[in-house]
C-alpha cells in the first residue's frame, strides 16, 4: 500500500520538504532501499548514507538540506518516526473475531464477541477475555484467568490459574506466567515444596518476549508494572515486583521477592539476588550479578556488581597488575631478596 508523503508527515507529526504528493510504497533501511521507498536517518552520519541510496524519501531529525534532491519527512525524533512509520507500513494481519472450532474453552468463560480464539486453544473456568484480545494457536489460559482488552498471546503461550493481563499486553510464543515459584525448605533431608499460592498480576502496555517465564509468588502476587518490556529468555522469580517503564534485557533472572522501581534497566545475563531493593531508574550491565540494593540513578556493572565508577578504577588497576609485578621482581632483585615465582 501506498502513501503520500504528505500523508505519513501528518501520521509523524512531522513536515514535508519537497513534493508532499510523493507516493511511497514501502520502508527499507538505507542500504536496501529502492526507488519508491521510505527510509530514515537519526545523524549526520546516516543522513549523508541516506542520500546516497536509491530510497526517494528520508525522515530526519529537525530540517536538513537535501543535496540529493531527496523529499525529506522533519520530525523532532527520526527514531520515534520510524517506530511510527514501520507500523504504518507493515499492520499487523486482522483477524477475524470469533472461536475457533478446535478451542476448548469452559462452560463458565466469558469470552467477548470480539475476541478472536485461534486453533487449539484451551480456556479455563471462570475465565474472563475483553475485547479485541488475540490468542493465536495452543495458547492455555487456566481457571479464573483475566485478560485485558487488545492483548495479543502467541502460539503456545501459557497463562497458569489466577493470571491477570492488563490491557494492551503482548506475549510472545513459549511464554509462561504463573509457574510454580521456587521455592522448597530442607525438612528431615529431603527438600519439601512450599505451595506457591499467589498469583501474577501484569500491567497495561507489557511486552513479554519468546519463552520468558514469570513465576506467580508463594503468597501475593509477582507483579510486573505498566509499559514494562520483558526480552526472551528471562527469568524472574516468585514475588518479584518490577515497577512501571523498565527494559529487562534477555538472559535476566531476578530471584524472589526483589522490588525493582520505575524505568529500571537490567542488560542481557545480569543477574540479581533475592529480596533485593533496586531504585528508580538504575542500569544494571550485562552479566552483572548484583548481590546488594541499588540507590536511585545509579549503574552498576560486575560480579560482584559495584557502581560504575569504582568498578572501572578496579578493572584498570588489574590492567596494570602484570607491570606492577615486574616492577617488583626487578626491585627486590635489586634487593638481593629472594623472590618465588608465582605458581
Known amino acids: ?179 510454580d515459584g521456587f521455592g522448597y525448605v530442607l525438612d528431615a533431608g529431603a527438600h519439601r515444596k512450599v505451595p506457591q499460592v499467589g498469583n501474577v498480576i501484569v500491567g497495561d502496555d507489557v511486552e513479554i518476549g519468546a519463552n520468558a517465564t514469570i513465576d506467580r509468588g508463594a503468597l501475593g502476587p509477582t507483579v510486573i508494572g505498566k509499559g514494562t518490556k520483558i526480552d526472551n529468555l528471562v527469568q524472574i522469580g516468585h514475588n518479584v515486583q518490577i515497577g512501571e517503564h523498565c527494559i529487562v534485557i534477555s538472559q535476566v533472572g531476578i530471584a524472589g521477592s526483589s522490588k525493582l522501581g520505575n524505568y529500571v534497566i537490567l542488560a542481557g545475563q545480569a543477574g540479581l539476588a533475592g529480596h533485593l531493593q533496586i531504585g528508580n531508574k538504575v542500569t544494571v550491565a550485562a552479566q552483572a550479578g548484583v548481590m546488594h540494593n541499588i540507590p536511585d540513578g545509579q549503574t552498576w556493572l560486575g560480579t560482584p556488581a559495584q557502581p560504575d565508577k569504582q568498578t572501572k578504577r578496579q578493572l584498570i588497576a588489574v590492567q596494570h597488575l602484570p607491570e606492577l609485578l615486574r616492577r617488583v621482581r626487578k626491585l627486590e632483585k635489586n634487593l638481593g631478596l629472594d623472590h618465588e615465582a608465582p605458581t
Do not use: W
Request: glycine share 10%; charged share 15%; proline share 7%.
Open 1 to 179: 500500500m501506498a502513501f503520500s508523503a504528505a500523508a505519513i508527515a501528518k501520521h509523524l507529526h512531522g513536515e514535508v520538504v519537497g513534493d508532499p504528493q510523493t507516493l511511497l510504497h514501502s520502508f527499507a533501511p538505507t542500504d536496501h532501499a529502492r526507488l519508491g521507498d521510505l527510509t530514515f536517518a537519526e545523524n549526520d552520519e546516516f543522513f549523508a548514507r541516506a542520500e546516497q541510496s536509491a530510497a526517494t524519501a528520508i525522515i530526519v531529525n529537525g530540517h536538513p538540506t537535501s543535496r540529493a534532491g531527496k523529499v525529506l519527512i522533519c520530525v523532532p525524533n527520526a527514531r520515534i518516526a520510524f517506530a511510527q512509520a514501520l507500523a504504518l507500513f507493515f499492520p499487523e494481519p486482522p483477524l477475524p473475531a470469533g472461536i475457533h472450532p478446535s478451542a476448548v474453552v469452559a462452560r463458565t468463560a466469558q469470552v467477548d464477541a470480539g475476541a478472536y480464539v485461534g486453533p487449539n486453544c484451551v480456556i479455563g473456568e471462570r475465565v474472563q477475555i475483553a475485547g479485541g484480545v488475540i490468542l493465536h494457536a495452543g495458547n492455555y489460559v487456566g481457571d479464573d484467568c483475566r485478560i485485558g482488552a487488545a492483548c495479543v498471546m502467541f502460539p503456545h503461550a501459557t497463562l497458569y490459574p489466577r493470571t491477570t493481563l492488563g490491557q494492551r499486553v503482548r506475549i510472545h510464543a513459549g511464554a509462561v506466567l504463573g509457574a
